[in-house]
Each structure stands twice: as structure tokens, then as C-alpha cells.
């Protein structure tokens, strides 16, 4: 029953910024790892970010390492993805996730347990 609800997508150009947020309808998360996904049309879904519990370690897939910044307040239920320098490979439906399970900053899918619905972002050339 728990929701994930993302915001802060939007049309952006090249080269333009956009912050990502992320919040539950209830903090039972506040003890696990929070991160984000993409997904856009004919590929699968793909790990972009992710973040420990306490907010100390992070992940980033290669493709986005730099240029995208995830952070959370330790012990809360919410995350944001902070993207700098976007790129039209970037357009894409993004997923915020939290896991159940860990608490560590995983690049699993398999260790998520709670998504949300998606927030579009699309670069133009």
C-alpha cells in the first residue's frame, strides 16, 4: 500500500539541468537503500543511481557517473537525483526504488522492493 511518488520531470535541451525527487507515503524506508532506474522504449530497464541508507555510499551506472548526483537526508524515506549536462541518450521514463531488504547502495534490481510510477524526462537536440 506504501506509494513511491516521483517529480521534477520535464522537456529539458541538451546540455540543461533538471533535480529528480522522490518521496514515500510512509517512511518504512528510513533503515534501507533508495535509488533510481530509467526506462525508455525497446530497451529494459536500467540502474542509473543508487544510495545507502545513511546517505554516505552511492552507486552510479558509467553512463551517467558525473553527471548525476543522488542524495537522501539519513534515516528518511526520500531520495533526490540531482543531473547536470543532459544528453538526448538520457530521455527516459525514471523510476525512483527502495529496497526492504538491504541497506547498502545495491545496483540490483532484485534487491528493490517498492517502485514508483515514473516521472518522464526528455532532451531535445
Known amino acids: 500500500q506504501v506509494r513511491l511518488v516521483e517529480s521534477g520531470g520535464g522537456l529539458v535541451q541538451a546540455g540543461g539541468s533538471l533535480r529528480l525527487s522522490c518521496a514515500a507515503s510512509e517512511r518504512i524506508f528510513d533503515s534501507y537503500a533508495m535509488g533510481w532506474f530509467r526506462h525508455s522504449p525497446g530497451k529494459e530497464r536500467e540502474f542509473v543511481a543508487a544510495?545507502?541508507?545513511?546517505?554516505?555510499?552511492?552507486n552510479y551506472a558509467d553512463s551517467v557517473k558525473g553527471r548525476f548526483a543522488i542524495s537522501r537526508v539519513s534515516g528518511e524515506s526520500s531520495v533526490n537525483l540531482r543531473i547536470a549536462n543532459l544528453k538526448p541518450e538520457d530521455t527516459a521514463v525514471y523510476y525512483c526504488?527502495?529496497?526492504?531488504?538491504?541497506?547498502?547502495?545495491?545496483?540490483?534490481?532484485?534487491?528493490?522492493?517498492?517502485w514508483g510510477q515514473g516521472t518522464q524526462v526528455t532532451v531535445s537536440s
Open positions: 526504488a527502495a529496497s526492504t531488504i538491504t541497506g547498502t547502495a545495491t545496483t540490483s534490481r532484485a534487491w528493490y522492493t517498492h
Open positions: 544510495i545507502s541508507w545513511d546517505g554516505v555510499n552511492t
